[in-house]
């Protein structure tokens, strides 16, 4: 049975990235930006064009980079952000600028000080002005789910008159229910009969832990675009979450009667990308990517699982993309065989990108007996998202016990000049923290330190991930990955100082 085609319009990179723990330099983007296109999605908005710089940059770059997919820039109904935005997306294979403006009472009385047909005259002329520049132009009626419908069906016929290819109705404060849902998007076809042909989207926040459900519940009332966000990122309690939509959509086609073309093999390894960058792990109990997701730990489960995976598993480990831990090469692997297991885990690296990667593994590989695909998946996302090294750590040594402070020395290049110094922390890695402190003369805050293990097992790599303040509050996230859990978050803690002077930078 073939059931209706559902666009997934992935916006990680915009709303998700929007909240505070969240944001991603370029290169993270960029690396983001390309699973998301890997899996599949239709649609990826990359940023917010006029909001920053950065963000300018990222769009653009994303939009000349991204081939395969729509890439969007938002931007409120204002003739400066339109602009903006085309300049940002004008680049890509199939750009889209994707403007808004609220139409709740609400929001139009008390944030945009406007009546009613001050906003449906700015929707209308907007969007006109958009089309003028880009033949993809979406429009999204903020608050659309606490809006007066007459009002609400006389701009989305306003606007797809003007030339929106898509209509957005956000639950922006995610307020709706699912039942609420469906009669709103089946109402607003009915109030609004245009939108039977063009693409009509759900946008839904998750405030009350219902944004899955909602935008599911919209698509059997006539949605056939959906917005969310890998591991269900976003401002507040995040956005309706991309994994939990694709598999609900495909494990329950008999109850949707819908599609995407997402490969759902991409899920596991899009979500470990986001976790990775951003050093925010998901839940255990998340559905579908969470550590617990598959795992049966009661004797009856275990017992049913065994005799039928179908008694307590409704999908399978596989089709999500987790594979087993499979032991793959050792210290006599070739290059040629490292390759070839990583085109089997899908990675493309270039010549360049690929000598880097084999010399992690190779030394790696003389560290630890056993080398897993979810070690090298650890090398390869790390060198991914890594920014130039403005200072690389040469060597170190700390001191620690029960009875004595804890003193570190560390040795710290930037280009040829070689600087050591010591200090000393209430226990071997604040003390090495404060050395680097001292050596690069800041006066950074270590927000959250975790190590996790890679695989399991005594030689493990320890992945390590810290998150530090600068003086202006301003955070960055490093990682570290070695067989040693203290090399490993002194490399972190580098890791993140690099990415703060990349920013800083640029
Ligand atoms: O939540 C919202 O309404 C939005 C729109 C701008 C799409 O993010």
Redesign the pocket.
């Known amino acids: 049975m073939k059931g209706k085609h559902i666009k997934i319009f992935d916006?990680t990179l915009?709303?998700g990235e929007q909240s505070p723990g969240f944001s991603m330099n370029l290169r993270e983007k960029i690396e983001m930006g390309k699973q998301l296109e890997r899996m599949g999605v239709d649609i990826i908005e990359a940023g917010f064009a006029i909001s920053s710089p950065g963000d300018f940059l990222s769009v653009k770059t994303l939009a000349e980079t991204l081939k395969e997919c729509v890439v969007a820039s938002?931007a409120r109904a204002t003739k400066q952000d339109i602009d903006r935005a085309w300049e940002a997306v004008k680049g890509a294979e199939a750009p889209r600028i994707?403007l808004?403006l609220?139409t709740s009472p609400l929001h139009m009385q008390y944030k945009l000080k406007m009546t009613e047909e001050q906003v449906l005259a700015q929707a209308i002329e907007m969007t006109r002005y958009a089309r003028q520049l880009c033949p993809d132009v979406e429009f999204?009626a903020?608050?659309?789910t606490r809006s007066d419908r007459v009002f609400l069906a006389k701009v989305i016929e306003g606007v797809i008159s003007a030339g929106a290819g898509t209509v957005?109705l956000?639950?922006?404060?995610g307020y709706s229910t699912p039942s609420e849902s469906y009669s709103f998007f089946k109402e607003m076809h009915e109030k609004a009969p245009s939108l039977n042909h063009v693409t009509a989207s759900c946008?839904c926040?998750n405030e009350l832990g219902l944004a899955t459900a909602n935008s599911l519940e919209c698509v059997r009332g006539g949605a056939t675009q959906i917005?969310c966000t890998v591991n269900g990122i976003g401002?507040r309690a995040g956005?309706a979450a991309m994994e939990e939509l694709i598999m609900a959509l495909h494990v329950r086609k008999d109850v949707f009667g819908a599609e995407t073309k997402l490969n759902t093999t991409e899920i596991m390894r899009s979500s470990n990308l986001l976790s990775r960058i951003t050093g925010m792990k998901v839940q255990a109990n998340k559905a579908i990517v969470g550590q617990n997701a598959f795992a049966h730990e009661s004797g009856i489960h275990q017992h049913g699982v065994l005799a039928n995976a179908e008694t307590y598993e409704i999908m399978t480990p596989e089709s999500v993309g987790l594979t087993k831990n499979n032991l793959v090469l050792g210290k006599h692997s070739g290059k040629h065989a490292f390759q070839e297991r990583l085109k089997t885990l899908g990675y493309d690296l270039s010549d360049d990108e690929l000598a880097v990667a084999f010399e992690k593994f190779k030394l790696l590989a003389d560290k630890k007996k056993q080398v897993y695909d979810m070690d090298i998946e650890a090398i390869i996302a790390k060198e991914s998202v890594q920014v130039p090294r403005t200072f690389k750590l040469e060597r170190f040594v700390i001191n620690c016990g029960t009875s004595i402070s804890a003193t570190a020395a560390v040795s710290l290049s930037k280009g040829a000049k070689l600087t050591e110094r010591m200090a000393m922390g209430s226990g071997p890695l604040s003390a090495a923290f404060n050395t680097i402190n001292k050596i690069i003369g800041r006066t950074l805050v270590l927000e959250d330190f975790k190590i996790n293990a890679v695989t399991e097992g005594e030689d493990a790599q320890g992945d390590a991930l810290v998150h530090i303040r600068t003086e202006e509050n301003v955070t960055y996230t490093g990682r570290g990955l070695s067989t040693d859990v203290v090399e490993a978050s002194v490399m972190a803690y580098i890791n993140a100082v690099n990415k703060m002077f990349y920013a800083e930078r640029e």
């Open positions: 916006t915009r709303d938002l994707h808004f609220a999204s903020e608050d659309a957005n956000p639950d922006t404060v946008h926040l917005e401002e956005n």
